[in-house]
């Protein structure tokens, strides 16, 4: 599913990632942990092709990612890639239905399947009656949902999370941990997860952990 061979990254003189090598099989949750500074979001951001490796060559799918230019590469990502991020990174002046509706859209697939779908999903999420709230009146809980909603919405093989529990409290948290091995058990994801939440690394079916720049462990 996800191969990364001598991967590197470098910012400046700084450099981040030293030669990664990893492989992630379908429907495989990964937890990647390591100290802050480490270069683990570096890696998601090259996984998810927002980011570009100095060297190196990442495939997903069977597809070798740095081969994509300029709309082959937002087409591939939009298709197949499912993002949350710790902050939700929800659009304030839509309401929860319309934010996971934007990435179908963005794909240009019909309107009405696209609102039926995401309808669906916040129903299966629990969100049946805050379709119409905006971020600002749902809690950090229900955002974290809409973010999942919003990640699922053009049924990506791949879902890659930045510290998604991050700004969750202890029940919102496990909540997440749950729901995450629902998405690999009911709908066949794959999950690719940094975090610093031990809790949350530990329901993984593999610990990936780096330092510096290099994988030091894989349990």
């Known amino acids: 599913m996800i191969s990364a061979t001598n991967i590197t990254k470098s910012f400046g003189t700084l450099e981040v990632l030293k030669g990664i090598e990893l492989e992630i099989d379908v429907g495989e949750v990964v937890s990647i942990v390591g100290p802050s500074g480490a270069g683990k979001t570096t890696l998601l951001q090259i996984l998810g092709t927002l980011s570009k490796q100095d060297g190196g060559i990442v495939t997903i799918n069977g597809i070798q990612t740095d081969q994509l230019i300029n709309n082959q590469l937002a087409r591939f990502r939009n298709r197949h890639i499912g993002f949350v991020f710790q902050f939700h990174h ?23 399947e696209v609102e039926e779908r995401a309808r669906e999903l916040l129903d299966f999420l629990g969100l049946t009656g805050r379709l119409e709230h905006k971020p600002s009146e749902l809690s950090g809980g229900e955002q974290q949902r809409v973010a999942v909603a919003r990640a699922l919405i053009n049924d990506p093989e791949v879902i890659l999370a930045d510290e998604p529990s ?12 749950r729901l995450f091995i629902t998405l690999r058990d009911r709908f066949r994801k794959t999950l690719v997860i940094v975090t610093h939440d031990r809790d949350l690394a530990g329901m993984a079916d593999r610990i990936i952990t780096i330092r510096d720049g290099r994988i030091i462990a894989k349990a």
């Open 90 to 112: 929800l659009l304030p002046e839509f309401n929860a239905l319309e934010n996971v509706c934007i990435p179908g859209y963005i794909a240009r697939r019909p309107r009405r």
């Open 166 to 177: 991050g700004n969750l409290d202890t029940e919102n948290k496990q909540e997440l941990h």
